[in-house]
């Protein structure tokens, strides 16, 4: 028998909707969950249903992030947080301040991720739950602001709290990122065993753009011991699980990685190519939609400085310039493994006499000429070379706690 569907009820058929735009999302197919988000909050709103209507902005803040719409999905988040703050649902409300959190560490607005991931955890403790999510985001925003204290503070409270929860992903996120931190302490052997830990674990629990993560970790571990060939090799499989899994994220962080590696070997051509490679779809992002992930930004522009140092010193040093001057603004630190090369590099450039914008700096070296290799000096490339252009794929948040609403 059909039924019509003019005959079934507004509330019922946001539900559906809804549920019809979660499963896109989580296949990467963020046009169809932006589709079907809409649709659920109209019919939401047509039933008088605020919570259904939440959950519809909810899923269109997610699809609006994956789709690296980021204005987008801020207006989504903030308008499911001020509903759900009048309906008093407040674990619902810890999750999209999480989430809202995510959008702004990863446009570089830190303060903003900083309030959003600490108003989630004492929102969700009000509720009388932990986000243990929130912990993980809290101690990479510390880490990269370089509080590597408060960062380790965090990460350990977030491990404890998954083990207690005996929830396999939560312990496994829980462990690299703490892996993270150690290894900015320098404890490089726990850094390893952590890291190796929870890529078995996402590999068994089928998760590849967490596993890709945890690559690229371990090449941050073996580049920190300087083993040049095992740092590359983990970061060309990251990079290939990301492509593979259409998270632009993770991409862009794999190949800046090997940018840098390339020029810390002096092999300048490709480490000039792999910049650009991630400048091209970040400065697209930025110039289209007015936000891009500004870190990884960064961090080409870098490698392209870094690359060009002996061959084309003016030029180099007006780029890490930039760099330099793009870091104190945001307060981001510079890391291990990286911080010694660059900023040897940086104190031995001379000056530059006019200062680029982030922008300006990135089309430049867009635009550079091919470098030719001096005689000896251009020592070879890295794998994963492929375009870096976002595919369908898994669902491409870092990590996101599911509301009890599903």
Known sequence: MVIETSSVSPLIRARVAFTSGRLACRQGDDRTAARRGAESLRLAREASAPEDEARALDLLGLAAHDGHEFSQAIAHYRKAIDLRCVLGNQWAVAVSLNNL???????????EATACFTAALETATQSGTDLIPAYENLAEVEAVRGDILRAAGHARRGL??????????????ARRMLGVIVRLQGTLDEAESLTQAALDAFLTLDSPTSAGDARRDLGDVYMQRGEIGPAQEAYSAALEAHQQAGYLRGMVEAQSRLALLSAARGATTPALSQAREVIAPLLALLEKRGATFRRNLIEAVEAAGLALAASAPDQAAQWLATATTERARLRLTRLPPWCEIIEAACSRAITPTTSLTLQAAARQILAAPAVTPRRGGDRGGCRGERPLAPTAGESRIRIRARSASG
């Open 101 to 111: 959190g995510l959008v702004h560490f990863e446009c570089a607005d830190y303060d």
């Open 160 to 173: 404890a709290l998954a083990e207690a929860s005996s929830d396999r992903h939560s312990v496994a996120g």
